[in-house]
């Protein structure tokens, strides 16, 4: 019987040690994953800020129109956010001065949270929209990219990039 009993036993320990080395395996593998993949990308082709805050966005373009759906994080205070478009890696020459109603290199006022008369807070859900003037550069036309990025003080919380329609 003894020798019954130590193999069993001895059965048991390879067993948990072969468990463990294998739960070690797929860890340190998935790790490598998530390493080699760098900064994970958010739904809408967003990806993650430079500092502790993110923020995932959907871009919509169409025509000299951008507009810009809070997904998920938290509130930004309008304020305190700055939005950077840039076509085809080329920084518009005017940039939203968001909360705005009329900027030079933009048509009209904009929508949503982007709008002075609004409570200067774009939270999740709030889609704010504006459209790019003629007189700015370059051009929104069909097929060039474009990417939004968004600042929170000096704190990058979020970048989304799409083609116009």
Same mark, same amino acid.
């Given at each position: 019987?003894? #020798?019954?009993?130590?193999?069993?036993? @001895?059965? !048991?320990?390879?067993?948990?040690? %072969?468990?463990?080395?294998?739960?070690?395996v /797929?860890a340190?593998?998935? *790790?490598?994953? +998530?390493?080699?993949?760098?900064? =994970?990308?958010l739904?809408?082709g967003?990806?993650t800020?430079?500092?502790?805050q993110?923020? &995932?966005l959907?871009?919509?373009?169409?025509?000299?129109? !951008? &507009?810009?759906?809070?997904? #998920?994080? =938290?509130?930004?205070?309008?304020? *305190?956010?700055? @939005?950077?478009?840039?076509?085809?890696?080329?920084?518009? $020459?005017?940039? =939203?001065?968001?909360?705005?109603f #009329? +900027?030079?290199? %933009?048509?009209?006022? =904009?929508?949503?949270p982007?709008?002075?008369?609004?409570?200067?807070?774009?939270?999740?859900?709030?889609?704010?929209? %504006?459209r790019?003037?003629?007189?700015? +550069?370059?051009?929104?036309?069909r097929g060039?990219?474009?990417?939004?990025? /968004?600042?929170?003080?000096?704190?990058? /919380?979020s970048?989304? $990039?799409?083609t116009?329609?």
């Open positions: 019987m003894t #020798a019954r009993a130590s193999a069993s036993a @001895i059965g !048991v320990v390879l067993l948990l040690l %072969f468990g463990v080395v294998l739960g070690g /797929v340190a593998g998935a *790790e490598a994953v +998530a390493e080699a993949a760098g900064e =994970p990308e739904a809408g967003a990806e800020g430079s500092s502790g993110t923020v &995932a959907s871009l919509r373009l169409d025509g000299d129109a !951008v &507009a810009l759906t809070h997904e #998920a994080g =938290p509130p930004l205070d309008l304020s *305190e956010t700055r @939005i950077v478009v840039a076509v085809d890696g080329e920084e518009l $020459r005017y940039q =939203p001065p968001v909360p705005f #009329a +900027a030079r290199g %933009f048509r009209g006022g =904009p929508t949503g982007f709008n002075l008369a609004s409570d200067g807070v774009w939270s999740v859900g709030e889609t704010g929209s %504006f790019v003037a003629a007189t700015n +550069a370059p051009a929104l036309r060039r990219t474009v990417s939004v990025t /968004v600042y929170v003080d000096s704190d990058r /919380v970048r989304v $990039r799409g116009v329609d």
